[in-house]
């Protein structure tokens, strides 16, 4: 963080507003304590009650006094997601600027926010979020299945959104700048535990910059509602969803570039050298060997379809966003302001 950002955030004066999210689902033992922690610098609280069963809204509204709060209830459950969307959605309406999502459930430190938001205020960046594997000396209290867990999801979801240069994508700790959220589509954000990979993927279609920010979570046996067994049927065709419609929206749709080349090319080219050579293979079980024509005729398309869809990743990893959404939307004010 750089003085000026630290300038900016201690003294609570000329500065961006900032507004905190805490999304509330069986978090009552904890949820007090993380709204004491948020600092000065913090202008806004929203404490989303996500008809939590443990009645945290009327909790927090008997037992904390900080005027920066305010409660949200949910009439019915919208999931992790729809809890944090209308938390957004609130943000919003007050002029928050950059606007924060910090669990409830105490494993995420309220005094790292500054470091989180340092990037978006610094104009580096348009979604900030928090990366818990950027130290291995930092892992040792994160569980073993946790940590596979998150080092494959992180891969999957580099195809799924474009982010190469991000990890840990199911990350809550997260913060995105006003431009960029009013942008996004929260409509079609999914609602429920697949939310942040979601969000990468939405912001991903819109070009904006995210910024990991190495963090530490703490793990002190907080219950949590995600199911391993429900994510490991869900997420993968999601993350599939994502992807396809990624590369369509990018490469085929907005634009059709080097990439989209390589793409089609390499696809078509690996598809003609499988099923061509597939057949034969299978028609020489019981005619004898396949002539050296078509074994060659079979294994150039997938050697070249091979080679040219590693270039388009390779393509595709050179094309993360790089010019944050907020400074493309002031630079166009300004120069709309000199039109005037």
Known sequence: ???ETAALLSSNTGGPSIAVVIPCYRVREHVLGVIERIGAEVQHVFVVDDACPDQTAAYVADH???????????????GVGGAVTRGYRAALDAEAQIIVKIDGDGQMDPALLPRIVAPIIAGKADYAKGN??????????????RLIGNAILSFVSKLASGYWDVMDPTNGYTAIHAVALRILPLQKVDPRY?????MLFRLGTLRAVVRDVPMVAA??????GLRVRKVALQFPLKYVSRFFKRIFYLYFLRDFNVGSIEMLGGSLMLGFGILYGGYHWLYAISTGPA?????????????IG???????????????????????YRTAREVQ????
């Open 306 to 328: 091979f080679q040219l869809l590693l270039a388009a990743i390779s393509y595709d990893v050179g094309n993360i966003p790089r010019i944050p959404l907020q400074e493309l």
């Open 132 to 145: 818990r594997f950027f130290s291995p000396e930092d892992l040792r209290g994160m569980p073993m299945v």
């Open 1 to 3: 963080m750089t003085p």
């Open 291 to 303: 002539p050296t024509g078509v074994i060659m005729l079979a294994a150039l398309p997938v050697i």
């Open 219 to 224: 793990y002190a046996g907080e219950r949590s």
């Open 194 to 198: 697949f939310f942040e990979s979601d």
């Open 337 to 340: 302001g000199i039109a005037r």
């Open 64 to 78: 904390c006094r900080d005027p920066r709060v305010r409660i949200i209830r949910n009439e019915r459950n919208l």
